[in-house]
């Protein structure tokens, strides 16, 4: 197997925000890793730091964050075709708004509605960014706008370039919102919960058409969610958050069949799941920690039904399962006493492959 060539590499990152209550660690050293045309997803509950890590990379933090510690380094061709890597938390906004957003990472967010300006026409929006970094002639742009607007499955596509947001379906103002991110060739595209406020036939299309296009387009994505429903039908690696950390990570195989933390325990086990013949959902026991006073050890611990006394005093380290798997977890020490996944979710599990294979 070639090499990978990683386009994103973050280290140690690490973000607090600060509040009228003190400071809340929001990141607390994250190191993720994107390679050219791949799709990686990012899991966990909200508040986990999932959005804040992608933010981070689009240099669009809220003002009262401040980047403690860290890197962020993209590898892109400059525009004389040159390699380069920057460390994205170096450039300062203007920089970043000029070689990186939009034009080499885009990013789709939950709410369409969010995203696109009610005053501005759909065609406007979509050739704005083409206009704006590559300096396109508007005829050219205009033309461009279609065949994106096309390639994303709108129907009469030069009628909708004079509409407006409001004009539009949910659905539709979402496939608007990846023309528009897709309109500058972007290296990476970054999905923030892009199918949440549509309804169930819809969220499968859309994802449909994001997995074509960046087969067509050779560009990697980055899916932030809270649904392992989604990241089954469209990942290659899996990036499983917990209180600012990412807690495991492995291969959409090793972390839906041979999931090794707790935590993904529970979030595999809370899936709704049409064979059970369990009535009731599972629910992981407790809420997520308070990221204002942490306590020492494992964030995970007081949620955690097989937690050890070490678990309260000393944060796991990243076990190594296999190359592409290592989960922060004490139960996977030498020294821990075997704890084997609930039969419930073994049986879940087996029934998953069944049904994917």
Known sequence: MSEKETILSIRDLAISFTTTSGDLKALRGVNLEVGKGETVAIVGESGSGKSVTMKAAMGILPSNSRVD??????????????????????????????????????????DPMTSLNPTMSIGSQIMEGMIWHYRTPRRQAWMKAVELLKMVGITDAEKRMKQYPHQLSGGMRQRVVIATALACNPQLLICDEPTTALDVTIQAKILELIKSLQEQMGIAVVYITH??????????????????????????????????????????????????????????????????????GDAFAPRNRYAMNIDYRIEPPMFKVSDTHYAATWLLHENAPKVEMPQELKRRIRRLKEEWQ
């Not at 962020?72 to 994205?88: A, C, M, P, Q, S």
């Not at 938390?89 to 070689?99: H, Q, W």
Request: no cysteine.
């Open 227 to 296: 649904d392992l429903g989604v990241v089954a039908k469209v990942a290659d690696f899996v990036n499983v958050m917990y209180a600012g950390k990412i807690i495991e990570y492995g291969t959409i195989d090793e972390i839906f069949y041979d999931p090794r933390h707790p935590y993904t325990w529970g979030l595999l086990a809370a899936m709704p799941d049409l064979g059970t013949d369990d009535e009731r959902l599972f629910a992981i026991p407790g809420s997520p920690p308070s990221l204002q006073n942490l306590q020492p």
């Open 69 to 110: 510690g860290g890197t962020i380094e993209f590898t892109y061709r400059d525009d004389n075709g040159e390699k380069v890597t920057r460390d994205l938390l170096k450039l300062s906004k203007k920089e970043m708004r000029r070689t990186i957003n939009g034009k080499r990472i885009a990013m789709v967010f939950q």
